[in-house]
T-cell receptor, first 117, second 118 residues
């Protein structure tokens, strides 16, 4: 079946540090890949996505590149801020007849990031 | 305007009670979902409806019953609540594009409903 594995947290950083959160996946076919972010006490927000190999998703200074050869979609940000403290979720949607699976997100376990001033 | 809104945001109730969570989306999407986030933040799909038709029904106790009166609304009713039902329940929606084998639709989530069973 489909699965997503991401590094366990918490990840604690100082402001302006470089952030990397590793994400690898197992899926049939060519899935679409997503990063969602959950700020404390809030819902899930889409951060970025990529739908095919070598695509780079980017938003708010975050980037992730769809690497088919390593089945990875690592999230990076060059200089984090305190406001980036949140839980980050990697997810995939595997292709299929949408009535069977095409719209279903499989999530990783989430990585909590804490940025200190 | 909130795109995907769900009520209530917080709900504390006793074991054995029956409760409902309501969800509405104003994005004009044709597909809606319920996801459950447990105490360890693990997220898993429960149900999905497309144009009021149930298309995904994961292994969920039949105490949980979704209802979609129209494609903009998806409610979740839970009977005989148990302690283990305490979780955050997220409603979500998306617009199906393409035909058949496509997986890139963005799914938009509501802010969650924090259910605590005591």
């Amino acid at each position: 079946g489909n699965s997503v594995t991401q590094m366990e947290g918490p990840v604690t950083l100082s402001e302006e540090a470089f952030l990397t959160i590793n994400c690898t996946y197992t899926a049939t076919g060519y899935p679409s890949l997503f990063w969602y972010v959950q700020y404390p006490g809030e819902g899930l927000q889409l951060l970025l996505k990529a739908t095919k190999a070598d695509d780079k998703g980017s938003n708010k200074g975050f980037e992730a590149t769809y690497r088919k050869e390593t089945t990875s979609f690592h999230l990076e940000k060059g200089s984090v801020q305190v406001s980036d403290s949140a839980v980050y979720f990697c997810a995939l949607s595997a292709p299929g007849p949408f009535k069977a699976a095409g719209n279903k997100l499989t999530f990783g376990g989430g990585t909590r990031v804490l940025v200190k001033p | 305007d909130t795109a995907v809104s769900q009520t209530p945001k917080y709900l504390v109730t006793q074991m054995g009670n029956d409760k409902s969570i309501k969800c509405e989306q104003n994005l004009g999407h044709d597909t809606m979902y319920w996801y459950k986030q447990d105490s360890k933040k693990f997220l898993k799909i429960m149900f999905s409806y497309n144009n009021k038709e149930l298309i995904i029904n994961e292994t969920v106790p039949n105490r949980f019953s979704p209802k979609s009166p129209d494609k903009a609304h998806l409610n979740l009713h839970i009977n005989s609540l148990e302690l283990g039902d305490s979780a955050v329940y997220f409603c979500a929606s998306s617009q199906t594009t393409g035909t058949g084998f496509y997986s890139g639709n963005t799914i938009y989530f509501g802010e969650g409903s924090w259910l605590t069973v005591v």
